[in-house]
């Protein structure tokens, strides 16, 4: 380590993360829950099917409830969890039926998609540190 005095501040490292990742699943989860309806209809190419319309909206209250929890540090391996499975999810899809590449100039490709994803392997594996609500 190139500066171990700092691994005394692990912890504000950890807060750092959990703020960032909470954030990035608020303003993603909730346009989910505000337009399922509409993000259904684009997924499905025309017609909103309601068991589409209830996955938007289920995944939307998980990503800005568990973005909420997930800042203030609560339940955090468990929101962590939840936020892994969303991502092999969408790099599932990106990488399966939209055929997106990992890079992509038009478009983001899925290498946000898996450092998400490695954040909350981090963060499952460390829980949320002292700076939470709950440690």
Do not use: C, Y
Not at 42 to 47: D, H, L, T
Not at 103 to 118: C, K, S
């Amino acid at each position: 380590m190139i500066f171990p005095e700092l691994a005394e501040q692990t912890e504000w490292g950890l807060l750092a993360l959990r703020i960032a990742v909470g954030a990035i699943f608020i303003v993603h989860g909730w346009p989910k829950i505000t337009g399922a309806k509409g993000m259904a209809a684009a997924m499905s190419g025309g017609e909103a099917k309601p068991v589409m319309v209830g996955v938007f909206t289920v995944q939307g209250i998980v990503e800005t409830g568990g973005g909420i929890l997930m800042i203030l540090g609560v339940l955090t391996q468990l929101v962590a969890i939840a936020f892994m499975i969303i991502m092999l999810g969408a790099i599932a899809l990106k990488t399966t039926r939209l055929k997106v590449p990992f890079m992509a100039m038009q478009t983001t490709g899925w290498e946000f998609d898996l450092v998400l994803l490695t954040a909350n392997l981090l963060l499952f594996f460390t829980g949320p540190g002292r700076l939470a609500v709950q440690s």
